[in-house]
């Protein structure tokens, strides 16, 4: 059985209600998951690339867990992706190390569902908003999973919608959603 790696990028986990759940879920799983947390790793900021690449390497799947914020990634979570994913090693004539590698991305997003619509509020649907990171994901080759997402994080989710969102957020991170 493969293992999966998570990549999580939440700038202040500890006042996050659906991360930190999504977070626990994961941790019940150490056979199959493999949790990555770049704002504990990394609280400086200076990211250790080659450890990064080297880590990787070592997985055909990778999920990206993160915020939506201000309609885009973390800020530590975008550096990680200009480090890391580096010209001689991600991508250029000699760079294929995650090419056929299947990347997905979890995001908790703290509006209504309706507004990420092109007639709503956002006027852009997820996948729009997304476009950067999945036009990374092509340039190096790699396989782009459909993403994983929790609308109403901010404040609209109840506990319930949370944990059975935790539930199906481990079944995508399998693979068996």
């Known amino acids: 059985m493969k293992r999966t790696l998570v990549v999580l990028a939440h700038p202040a986990l500890s006042t996050s209600r659906v991360n930190r ?8 799983y150490p056979e199959q998951i493999d949790l990555h947390e770049l704002y504990d790793e990394y609280p400086d900021g200076q990211i250790d690339v080659r450890q990064e690449q080297q880590r990787l390497e070592r997985y055909d799947r990778v999920i990206l867990q993160f915020p939506l914020y201000w309609y885009s990634y973390p800020p530590l979570l975008k550096k990680w992706f200009d480090d ?4 001689g090693w991600a991508y250029g004539s000699k760079g294929e190390k995650l090419k056929g590698k299947c990347f997905g991305a979890a995001l908790s997003i703290g509006d209504h569902a309706h507004n990420y619509r092109p007639d709503g509020g956002v006027s852009y649907t997820v996948d729009e908003i997304i476009a950067p990171f999945k036009a990374s994901l092509r340039h190096v080759g790699a396989i782009e999973l459909p993403h994983f997402a929790l609308f109403g994080a901010s404040y609209q989710a109840s506990d319930e919608e949370v944990a059975k969102s935790a539930s199906a957020y481990v079944r995508y991170v399998l693979g068996e959603a």
Do not use: C
């Not at 759940?21 to 019940?28: K, V």
């Not at 890391?84 to 010209?87: I, S, T």
């Open 84 to 87: 890391v994913f580096a010209y």
């Open 21 to 28: 759940r999504w977070r626990e879920e994961l941790l019940r």
